[in-house]
């Protein structure tokens, strides 16, 4: 019998992480090109960009 673990991490799960975050800190994360962020659970990298965050900031804000 053969297990996967699959966590269920996605970046629309970790944004909101960083959405918690002051502005200032968000800058600096985004200072340098992609932030590096990794899951506390699987340990997955994902490298987003400032661009795809703000974007998924405006879409939770106008419920979309």
């Known amino acids: 019998r053969g297990y ?3 966590c269920g991490c996605t970046l629309e799960r970790l944004f909101p992480v960083l959405a918690r975050m002051p502005e200032a800190d968000i800058d600096y994360v985004f200072a340098e090109g992609p932030a590096t962020v990794h899951c ?3 340990g997955a990298v ?3 960009t400032r661009d795809a965050f703000d974007r998924w900031r ?3 804000n106008t419920g979309a």
């Open 40 to 42: 506390p659970r699987c």
């Open 46 to 48: 994902y490298q987003p």
């Open 58 to 60: 405006r879409s939770e």
């Open 4 to 6: 996967v673990f699959d």
